[in-house]
């Protein structure tokens, strides 16, 4: 929910309440004036009926049943001048409901009798008081809502336009465009304030990515010419007269400084995977590659007697830098022949959204998906670099391809979900 | 041959020159731009060397000014970037061929004879050992005359050889010159005994002496003086 909304339905709530509120104090307060107002009135009534009595008036009956709200009653007993206020219910012939009247009794002792005058009536009907207040509250509150929504155009509108394209170009911000987003001026001190703040950190962010780049790739290129300069001194090492135990050492230095190298040289990779260096995604089809890569290691996978059992579909098409397809497949295929056993197997099954590889290996102790992470390996002794599934990840991230690593009864398997481009 | 190593550490152009100079190559070497610039201007080169970090300047634009001056040159690039960039970029040069750090001194060797063979020999060079002749424009080899039948993975071993006459190659540098990256993610090299057991095989049935000599089981030495049994 956008933050005006938020607002504005709180605003509308809280008004309403208050409404609500101020509606029953009014109707209270408007039908107490008006009360009194009549009781007023009514004692008048009586003390003017009363005198006239005095003077010698007398009331008949048919005077006094013309006047429904007057009663005149003389009474047999005594009784002491009193005056009573009450409210009545009395039937409306013309609205047909009862309703609730004032009505003012009095004992007067007029001469030696003692009479019962009693008048009674309204002056506004209760539910005209509550129409009247409910109309009035509508009006306040219809009037809050059109001034809500007119705020609410404005904040949306003129008012958080600064920040609306602050936050525009925080999402399209790209660190390895190498542009910090510099502050607009506006007169809003708070969003000069968050756009200084955001200039200020895209700056360190765009340098502290290319400080990290350049030290990543340095140190990777750094480490080679002293690694070319061993491996060097150890082949014309292996030139001189050596007894047999030597030249193992020789050999297995070899090996060392080799290992060595894919290391520093994957790490480069990896960071370069990491920082978005591969972008240019182009059509790449997937089933050409996997055939044809299987054809290059045959040699391998005779070697150890491996069964390979694919079921590749045609034209499967994705969107992809090219080095990526191919260090990816690569590293997949890899991974299946050299984690597998001798005369084991090795199924390949491409479709239009998955590739799925699997091949028989030894069981695992731990998650599988633990692989993933650099350096996890499942032999902590072999020979491999850890660095292989960390970069089949990467790049399936960067792709936008989803991957999942599961072993069962001596299976290994990885499953991609693709995002395919269809060809027509 | 004359060579021109543009080279700035001196560690590794010792390396470089102690390996190339038992073939005999006449050596000359340049550790700044200045000083490549200079040389080849100077004199003609069969094959340049070229760092592409160089003090002073960029190996690229020695080349750029060397195809200038001798397009005929053979040259290779010698880079600690594993980068399809600057690989592009130097073989659009004119660069003969592009060589990532850290390299086999056997197969900077190799190259720079392959590179020799194309850019000056008119590619038709009969590459020979003792009896044996290796015709690298058609491919063919023969042992006295007698055709050998070779694959193409054990006639680049035999390439191989002959281009690191007497040198002790091991398993791991044959297995990264015939299959490069290929070979990266295994442990077990066996598959390249069995290439050499079946080259040394056909070469022997042909006629040839078993010239190919194990060293320790860990290394292999074509070995042009065999001690005959």
């Known amino acids: ?424 | 041959m004359k060579l021109l190593i543009v080279e700035d550490n001196a560690d590794l152009l010792d390396n470089i020159l102690t390996y190339l100079k038992r073939e005999g190559y006449l050596c000359e070497t340049a550790q700044n731009y200045d000083e490549a610039f200079d040389k080849i201007m100077s004199y003609t080169y069969d094959v340049v060397l070229i760092d592409i970090m160089i003090p002073g300047g960029n190996g690229l634009q020695v080349l750029r000014e060397l195809k200038s001056v001798n397009p005929e040159t053979g040259t290779i690039i010698i880079s600690a970037k594993n980068s399809l960039d600057d690989k592009v970029q130097g073989l659009e040069l004119g660069a003969d061929d592009y060589l990532t750090k850290p390299f086999q001194l056997a197969e900077l060797q190799a190259r720079i004879k392959a590179v020799n063979r194309r850019n000056n020999l008119g590619g038709t060079e009969i590459v020979r050992v003792n009896e044996i002749s290796i015709n690298t424009k058609t491919m063919e080899v023969t042992a006295d005359d007698t055709p050998v039948d070779l694959t193409p993975k054990e006639y680049e071993l035999l390439v191989y050889f002959a281009s690191n006459k007497n040198h002790v190659l091991s398993k791991q540098t044959i297995a990264e010159h015939l299959w490069g990256d290929y070979v990266d993610h295994l442990d077990n090299l066996d598959f390249v005994y069995q290439h050499i057991k079946n080259l040394r095989k056909k070469l022997v049935n042909a006629g040839a002496q078993n010239y190919i000599e194990s060293v320790y089981s860990i290394g292999y030495k074509l070995n042009t003086t065999p001690k005959t049994a």
């Open chain 1, 1 to 424: 929910m956008k933050l005006i909304t938020k607002f504005l339905l709180i605003y509308l709530l809280v008004s309403l309440i208050v409404l609500s509120i101020a509606g029953v104090l009014s109707y209270y307060i408007i039908k107490g004036e008006i009360d009194k107002e009549l009781q007023w009135e009514f004692l008048d009534r009586i003390d003017r009926v009363t005198y006239l009595m005095e003077e010698g008036k007398t009331f008949d009956a048919n005077e006094v049943n013309s006047d429904e709200n007057l009663i005149i009653k003389p009474l047999n007993e005594y009784r002491k001048n009193d005056i009573r206020i009450a409210d009545t219910l009395i039937w409306d012939h013309r609205l047909e409901q009862e309703e609730r009247n004032v009505k003012v009794s009095a004992y007067r002792n007029i001469g030696d009798t003692t009479y019962y005058i009693s008048t009674y009536g309204n002056m506004i009907e209760s539910d005209d008081i509550t129409e009247a207040v409910v109309t009035i509250l509508l009006w306040i509150l219809g009037m809050q809502v059109i001034g809500a929504l007119g705020i609410g155009y404005f904040v949306s509108g003129p008012l958080f336009k600064p920040f609306r394209n602050t936050l525009k170009r925080i999402q399209n911000f790209k660190l390895n465009e190498k542009e910090y987003l510099k502050a607009e001026p506006t007169n809003v001190s708070e969003f000069n304030d968050l756009n200084i703040f955001v200039e200020e950190m895209t700056k360190k962010a765009v340098s502290d990515y290319k400080n990290l780049k350049e030290f990543a790739e340095n140190a990777s290129h750094e480490l080679q010419t002293p690694l070319a300069i061993a491996k060097g001194k150890l082949e014309l090492l292996a030139e001189t007269d050596l007894s047999a135990e030597q030249f193992k050492y020789v050999e297995n230095l070899e090996r060392t400084v080799k290992k060595l190298s894919r290391l520093s040289e994957s790490l480069a990779l990896l960071t370069k995977i990491e920082n978005h260096e591969f972008e240019n995604s182009q059509e790449v089809n997937l089933s050409g590659m996997i055939k044809e890569s299987i054809d290059s290691f045959r040699e391998f996978t005779d070697l150890h007697e491996l069964h390979i059992d694919t079921d590749i579909a045609d034209g499967v098409v994705i969107n992809i830098h090219p080095v990526l397809a191919d260090i990816l497949w690569t590293n997949l295929y890899q991974n299946a022949i050299r984690h597998n056993i001798e005369n084991g197997s090795i199924r390949i099954v491409l479709t239009d959204d998955t590739l799925s590889i699997s091949n028989t290996g030894k069981d695992l102790d731990f998650d599988p998906e633990l692989l993933f992470e650099r350096f996890k390996k499942g032999d902590q002794n072999s020979n491999s670099i850890g660095l292989g599934l960390s970069i089949i990840n990467r790049i399936c991230d960067q792709a936008g391809f989803s991957i999942s690593y599961t072993t069962e009864k001596g299976w290994h398997s990885i499953q991609i979900t693709l995002k395919s481009v269809k060809t027509g």
